[in-house]
C-alpha cells in the first residue's frame, strides 16, 4: 500500500480505477448528517449502480478476498457520502470507521476484511485517510449483505 500525496484525492482515486457513485435516495434516513465540522456517515452497503454487489455470510458462503472487494466498495460509498456533505473530497478526513462483516462464529478475519477499507481510504486520502477503525463479526446484516460500513470524517 503506498501512501501519496500527489495529485488531488479525485485523482489518485481515477488512478485507481475508481469514481465516486452516486448514492441513491432513502426515504428513511438520510446517508450523511454533519454536526459542526463533523459528519456521520450512515451505514453503507455495497451497492454499485443501484446493485447490491454480494450477499451472504463471510467464512460459509463468501471467500475472504470477496468481501475485501465487497468492503473497499463500502468505504467508496462511504467517500461519496461525506462528498454530498462538504462538496470536495480533498476536504474530507477520516476520523473513525465502523465495519460490520457478516461472518461465522469462528472466522476471526474480520479485520482482514476491514484492511481493504483502510487501504483505499489512505490510498485516495493518504494520511487523511487513516482512522481508528474497529470490526467486529455479526450475526446478519441489511438484505444479506456480507459487509455494511459506518464512518464518521471532518471537513477542512
Known sequence: MSVTKAGSAVDRLRALGL???VLADNPYYVDHRSVDSSIHIAGQLPFKDGVLLGQ???GRDVELET?????RHCALNCLAAA?????????????????????TPDFGLQSRVANAASELL?????EYGRHA???????????NT?????????AV
Open 83 to 103: 462528498v454530498q456533505a462538504v462538496g470536495d473530497l480533498d476536504r474530507v478526513r477520516i476520523v473513525q470507521m465502523l465495519v460490520f462483516v457478516a461472518s
Open 122 to 126: 489512505i490510498e485516495v486520502l493518504g
Open 133 to 143: 477503525r474497529t470490526a467486529i463479526g455479526v450475526a446478519g446484516l441489511p438484505l
Open 56 to 58: 451472504g455470510v463471510v
Open 19 to 21: 469514481e465516486l457513485p
Open 67 to 71: 468481501a475485501r472487494e465487497l468492503a
Open 146 to 154: 456480507p459487509v455494511e460500513i459506518q464512518m464518521v470524517c471532518t
